[in-house]
């Protein structure tokens, strides 16, 4: 049994100063001859070159991703949770003053990074905090300590200041914690352009 090939329609050559009516021989000809081709050639050499060079940003940006450290991937992590904090107290005080200002706000941790690691991603210990109090107060601590006791609880706080298992972040975990902050990030901010 022999199938038989559908006969292509006549196309029109692309190239304006041609115009001629051809049967292409293969899917996608644009042009009747090797001629019009070279003439049609300059048109797409932009396109081309913008292909090349997307596929090669993309390269170098999985090269720079095979080179990073575990601690570049946790100040990446770091800073998508610390600006879902941001984003999700938009419309609260700083966390220790209670003051509403136009100055800078940060994520601030009630437990320190340094003391307690394995409370940096924990919600309930980091919340906004003006710059003043983070930076020069040091977190302004015994008025953090009332306002958290408001907002979560004694339970809460208690769970906060007590013992906790060390945490040691894989790579992959820490890649999985900055992608998911920062989907969380941009729901916020969807919500905020709604």
């Keep these: 049994m022999t199938i038989a090939r559908k006969q292509s329609k006549p196309k029109k050559c692309c190239v304006v100063s041609c115009g001629k009516s051809f049967i ?59 600006e879902w904090i941001r984003l999700r107290d938009a419309d609260r005080p700083c966390v220790s003053c209670g003051r509403h200002h136009e100055g800078q706000y940060h994520a601030g941790h009630y437990r320190s990074v340094g003391a307690n690691p394995e409370l940096r991603f924990e919600p309930l210990n980091v919340w906004k905090q003006c710059a003043p109090c983070n930076t020069h107060l040091s977190g302004n601590l015994v ?26 972040y894989t790579v992959e ?22």
């Design 173 to 194: 975990e820490i890649k999985t914690i900055k992608a998911e902050y920062r989907a969380k990030a941009r729901e916020l901010k969807k919500g905020e352009a709604a």
């Design 24 to 82: 292409p021989s293969r899917i996608g000809q644009a042009v009747c001859s090797p001629a019009c081709a070279a003439m049609d050639a300059p048109r797409h050499q932009e396109k081309a070159r913008k292909a090349i060079d997307q596929c090669e940003r993309r390269e170098i940006k999985v090269r720079k991703e095979k080179l990073k450290s575990r601690a570049e991937h946790m100040r990446e992590a770091q800073a998508a949770f610390n």
């Design 143 to 168: 008025n953090y300590r009332i306002s958290l006791l408001q907002l979560i609880g004694v339970e809460q706080v208690e769970w906060l200041e007590g013992p906790h298992e060390p945490r040691k």
